[in-house]
Each structure stands twice: as structure tokens, then as C-alpha cells.
């Protein structure tokens, strides 16, 4: 049996009393995009940088290919690819150049380096800024020019920290295709977003942070049905019989979200059937839930329990 | 001292080259400005101040301010331009272009940044040094200096080794000031005494035991005083020695530390 692409095991990392990531247990295998969500300060960033060795573990070990990352670190570094979150264009040299001078931080050496960043320019349609300098890029250009650089020297797994955070739609669509172009040739991608439709679109499997926890893991749709049930009650600011809908809900003792002028609340069948037993003549919304209402639920849960902590 | 050997890894010679690369991109601006303010002060101080001061004795020569002045020059070079290199270059490489995050996203580790920064800068301490050496070079064929022109192409050298050192010094401050507005604190409470208190343009001989201390362990007064001993008399004294001696032990102290406020800073 191959070794999965990148295996954790009781990763841990603390800051001062804090900790940020507790125990967590990751797997991510070739040619598939495995998607870490959760509200900001649930450790996503964190875990990245202890993936790619920006910052040591406390605790825990990391596996490529089934070899230990602390005790290969070089070597292994050599098949990671990192896409930071914060714009790390070196904007001392023009985009050919930002990918020419990258190249030289790796070895074994890049073979064949400026066939390399020809193809990478006609890949990510930057053939015509080669000699620009990377100001004068769009955001979702600079951003096309980031994920080239870290994958100048042919890595195996790339991480991508948020990357269409701050562009347009019709940048964030082609970031995508990207993405999805990495993956079919067979690159392990691990990705962060704030996003849930990019989550939702990219990612073979997701895990959910909350807290440094995982709160959640699975395909996208087990993961909504694990955390939030079956079906999101919508309660509209023109429905009438909102009160009475509301009062059922407390006491029955499930949580409502309000969303602008809506109320959201997550039910199972089982509840919901309960629900239109107590109150036959109201007229229901019901819809599937999606990852909107999962971050809406982890940040309840986030803030209540800090709340809680607090007192 | 695990990490003293790392100043001769691939990863800090391609955080050098990088460097490197930049300045050849930009050497116009990056070159001649800071290769003329030695030439310009030659100007005002050697032969300005000349008329006023007249000759000096030294070792037992007598010699022209000018003539004086002129070592103390390079050593100045030698000191200011990779300390201030890696106080203002290396912070916006740092702070402002976020250049080190994308680095150490790759193979290169933080000690590897941390001596392709000293690598750079005493590199660049070694060109500004050899312009200001043709310099004078061209001041003694015009007579207004009286150097032993042999040792002029030696003092570049000495000085890049002693350019490393004075670049880790730098790099202490810009792992540690919170902005680059508090770079004034080394630049005029540190750098400033340092260049004064060397002997570079006007001899000193303290009594105060504190500052003849002082001044013996001040790399920069022994740098001064090995090139005025070598272009004067071809004869650098005991100066070589303790020049070596401090910028060795100075070189491997403050990288450690310099290593060590960065990785808090960078790494957290």
C-alpha cells in the first residue's frame, strides 16, 4: 500500500497559554484537493505553516510519502509548493524573473528553468506581462502569478492559503480552473478559504476547524449533514407566524441565525416534522443546508463558547 | 553554533544571489550614490580641511591630513555601507515586501536568509570599498595624497571580512526596531559614535580608561588604522590582528543573535 501524500498525526502547536491546533490528524493523497475550513483564529493558517515549515509543531508528527518531515525537512521540501496567503511577489523583478529567481531556491535544481517559465507564463495566460513588472498586474493576475511561482519546480503538493481572497468573480472562477487543472495532473492541493461556494466546488474532502479542532471531515455534503442536520428552516421578516415559529424553536431548544432581515435554523427531518405538527397551518421555507450556514454555526459555537469562557 | 556552517549552503549563496541580482538590475541608482559620498566627503574633510589642520604626525611620519584622512575613509565605507545595507535594505526586504516570507516558503531556512542578508551586504561593503580605493588611487597620481598604492587592492578585501560582521551588527536592529522610523536609534546613538570613535577623520587618543577600552575593541578603529598603517608605512601593526580578532568573534556573536531576534520576529 503507497503512503498517503501527506499524513498527520497529533499535530499540536500553542502560543502562550493558547492553543491553536490540537491533535490533528490530516491526510491528503495525489491528484485530490482537500479543503480546511473554519471561522477566522480556528487555526488554518496555522496548520499550513506546520505543513510547510514555516513554524515547528509542538507536538506531532508529519509524514510525505510516509518520511518524516522533521527528520527529511530538506529533502522533503523539495515537493511542497506554498502559495502564502499575503501578496510575496518579489516586486524587485519582472514576472519572468519572479519565476527565474524562485526556481533557484530549490534543489535538486529545476530542469531545463526557462522552458519551465515559458510554459508556466502560457499556462497561467501571463505570457504577455513577462517583462512587466508585477504592479502593474491585476489582483487576480498577481494572484495567477503566485500560484505559478510555487509550482516552478514541479512540487507534488501545493498549499494555498486563501487564495481568492480580494479578487473579482471572473478572477476567481479562472483561480479555480487553475486549481482544478493541478489537481487532474495529479498534484495533492491543500487549500484554505472563507469561501463556501470554493470550498464547496473544489475540494474532494473538507475539514472543519473550530478552535484548532477538527470540528468536521468528509465529502462537503456529509460534512453540512454531520454539523448542521438535514434541512435549514428559513424564516422570513414576512411571515406572520414568525413569533410563534420562534417560541417552538426555543423550546424545543435549537439555535436560529439571523441573517439580515431572515432567521435560519437547522433541523433534522425528525424536527421538522415536529415542527409542522405544533404549527400545521404555517407555511414553511425549508431548503438544503450549505456551507454559509456551517460558518454561521461555527462562529455561533465559536462565540458562544468564548463567551462562556469568559465568564 | 549549529548554524555557523550554514553561511556556506547553496540556500545563502541563492539568498546572495537574489541580492545580487536586484543590484545588477538597479545599479545605476544602487551604485554611484553611495559609491560618491566617500569621494565627496574626501573632498570636504581631506582636502577642505586641509588648509586648516596642515600635517600630522603618524607612527612617526609626518604626513598630509589628506593622506591621513584617506584609510579612515575606507574603513568608513567598509562599515557604513553593509551596516546600513542590512538596516534599511534588509528591513524593507523584510517588513514592506514581504521578500522573506516568500523565501522561507521554499528550501531556504531562516538561517540561510539570515547569512545570504550578511553575505550581501559585506559584498557590497567590498565594491563600495574598491571604488573609493580607484579613488584615491587617482587622488595619489594627482599628488594629492602620498599612499603606498601597492596595499590599496588588499584594503577591499579586509574590509568585505570585516563587512560581514559589521552587517550581522546591522541586522540585530532591524529584527528588533518595531519601525523603520526607530532605525534612527542605531543610525545616530550607534553607528554614528562607532564611525566617529575610530580614528577615521581625526586621531584620538583618549584618557579616559573607558574609552581607550572602547575604543580597542571598536572593529572599525582597527580597520582604520590597519589601512593607514598599510597605505603609510606597508606596515599594519599589532591592528591586524586584534581587526580579525574582533570582527571573528563579533561576526559569529551577533549572527547568533541577530539569528535569534529574527526567527521571534519572522517565525513567532
Known sequence: MTAPLLETRGLSKSYGDRE?????????????????????????????????????????????????????????KRIIGV??????????????????????????????????????????????????????LSGGYKQRLLIARSIVHHPEILFLDEPTTGLDPAARVAVWELVDQLRKAGMGVILTTHYMDEAE?????LVVLREGRVAARGLPHEVLGSLLGEHVLTLRSDLEERP?????????????????????????????????????SVRLTVRPPNLDDLFLELSRSSSSSSSGAKK | MKYWLEAFDWRSLAVLRRNALVYLRNWRTAFFPPAME????????????QGYVGEINYRGATISYATYVAPGLIAYTAFGTPFYESLYSA??????????????????ELPHLVWGEILWAGVRGFMNSAIVCAVLAV????????????????????????????????????????????????????????????NTYFPLEPQQAWLRTAMQLNPVYHLAETSRGLLVHGDPGGHLSWLIGCTSIGLLAFFTIAHHFTRRRMLG
Request: with cysteine; net charge negative; aromatic share 12%.
Open chain 1, 20 to 76: 491553536v491546533v490540537s491533535q490533528l490528524e490530516l491526510i491528503c493523497n495525489a491528484g485530490s484537493v482537500l479543503g480546511l475550513l473554519g471561522p477566522n483564529g480556528a487555526g488554518k493558517t496555522t496548520t499550513l505553516r506546520m505543513l510547510y515549515g514555516f513554524i515547528e509543531p509542538d507536538a506531532g508528527e508529519i509524514r510525505y510519502r510516509g518520511r518524516d518531515f522533521a527528520e527529511e525537512r530538506t529533502a522533503l
Open chain 1, 83 to 136: 502559495c502564502t496567503q499575503e501578496d510575496t511577489l518579489d516586486y524587485d523583478f519582472s514576472v519572468e524573473q519572479n519565476l527565474q529567481v524562485y526556481a533557484g531556491y530549490f534543489n535538486p535544481r529545476v530542469p531545463n528553468v526557462k522552458q519551465r517559465v515559458q510554459e508556466l507564463l502560457e499556462q497561467f495566460d501571463l505570457t504577455q506581462y513577462r517583462d512587466a513588472s508585477p504592479h502593474a
Open chain 1, 201 to 205: 466546488r473544489l475540494s474532494d474532502q
Open chain 1, 244 to 280: 410563534q415559529v420562534l417560541e417552538v424553536l426555543k423550546e424545543m431548544g435549537l439555535p436560529t441565525h439571523k441573517v439580515l432581515s431572515d432567521i435560519l435554523a437547522p433541523v433534522t427531518a425528525r424536527q421538522l416534522a415536529d415542527i409542522s405538527e405544533r404549527l400545521p
Open chain 2, 38 to 49: 566617500p569621494v565627496v566627503f574626501f573632498l570636504a574633510f581631506g582636502l577642505g580641511l
Open chain 2, 91 to 108: 528591513y524593507v526586504r523584510m517588513f514592506y515586501q514581504k521578500t522573506w516570507d516568500g523565501i522561507l516558503a521554499t528550501q531556504v
Open chain 2, 139 to 198: 587622488f595619489d597620481l594627482l599628488g594629492w595624497v602620498e599612499l603606498r598604492m601597492a596595499w590599496l587592492p588588499a584594503l577591499p578585501f579586509l574590509g568585505m571580512l570585516a563587512g560581514f560582521c559589521f552587517s550581522a551588527f546591522g541586522l540585530i536592529f532591524t529584527a528588533v526596531v518595531p519601525s523603520i522610523d526607530h532605525m534612527n536609534y542605531p543610525v545616530f546613538l550607534i553607528g554614528m559614535p562607532i564611525s566617529l570613535i575610530s
